[in-house]
């Protein structure tokens, strides 16, 4: 069987509180070196919001950080949508535009992959005019040299099928879709949902633990994940996903231990499939 590729990486959202406490001392350009040396993952995905105020020179230095600790940037995402099907004019080229500055981000930060939603209803005219803002965004972010990955977002794009032919309708090499497994778990077709969004992906989010990613944290006792990741990884292996998967938490002091359960979960998982099991 041949060698599986696929790769655990960590999401820094999941300690922004440290990251903003004055009383801790980890750094978003500390990040990289501990992901490696406390989590175990060998990549990381970054919230944009976390970019804020930040200018170029801050974020070469984080992708220099995480050249020498092998553990590169892959995934700079956008929590909140876009609202890229409006008919107002002004508000789509807005949206491009902004999404347009966070290709330059990524580029910078040596990220492969954006990731943003699709916010709005699901009709006709709304999906069309967000396939012509798409195709105005890819011409945008091709010199960036960085994939669009659309996550499937209550609206426009929930439906998997629905998010595929968005995807088709734009077209071309650079755009693919940004599951989630929690996203998947609540849509009631958990495995199903994966399996359909899998083959298009460029990362794969799985935010594990009792709350959603900008939820409130729940007390370690509690913070146990409604969905199972090893289910998940068996769904997205089924149809040949050989990319990233990037563990997330809501945060607080329980992140590190639930990220680096769900990796090590992972990691048998992946053992397991390549045994044959």
Do not use: W
Not at 153 to 172: F, Y
Not at 177 to 190: I, Q, Y
Not at 233 to 262: C, E, F, P, T, W
Request: charged residues 25%; hydrophobic residues 45%.
């Amino acid at each position: 069987m041949a060698q599986i590729q696929l790769l655990v990486t960590a999401s820094v959202g999941a300690f922004r509180s440290r990251i903003e406490s004055p009383d801790d001392p980890l750094e978003l350009v500390d990040m990289p070196r501990f992901a490696v040396g406390e989590l175990g993952v060998r990549g990381l995905s970054i919230p944009a919001s976390m970019l804020t105020g930040l200018d170029g020179t801050a974020l070469e230095r984080i992708r220099d950080e995480a050249d020498r600790a092998r553990c590169p940037t892959l995934l700079l995402f956008e929590e909140e949508g876009f609202d890229l099907g409006t008919t107002d004019a002004a508000i789509r080229a807005a949206a491009v535009d902004r999404i347009g500055r966070l290709a330059r981000a990524a580029s910078m930060l040596g990220c492969a992959n954006l990731g943003i939603a699709c916010t709005g209803a699901d009709e006709e005219v709304r999906f069309d005019l967000a396939a012509v803002a798409l195709r105005e965004v890819m011409q945008k972010i091709d010199r960036h040299d960085v994939n669009l990955l659309l996550g499937n977002h209550p609206g426009l794009t929930e439906d998997p099928d629905r998010l595929t032919e968005l995807i088709k309708k734009v077209g071309g090499f650079r755009i693919g879709s940004l599951p989630d497994f929690r996203t998947a778990h609540d849509s009631g077709d958990f495995a199903g949902n994966l399996r359909r969004l899998a083959p298009y992906a460029g990362t794969i989010m799985a935010t594990v633990g009792a709350s959603g990613r900008g939820r409130k944290p729940a007390a370690a006792s509690k913070d146990k994940t409604p969905f199972d990741v090893v289910e998940g990884l068996r769904s997205v292996l089924a149809v040949g996903y050989q990319h990233a998967i990037s563990l997330d938490h809501a945060g607080g002091k329980h992140a590190a231990a639930a990220i680096i359960a769900a990796r090590e979960l992972l990691e048998k998982g992946l053992e397991s499939h390549a045994e044959g099991e």
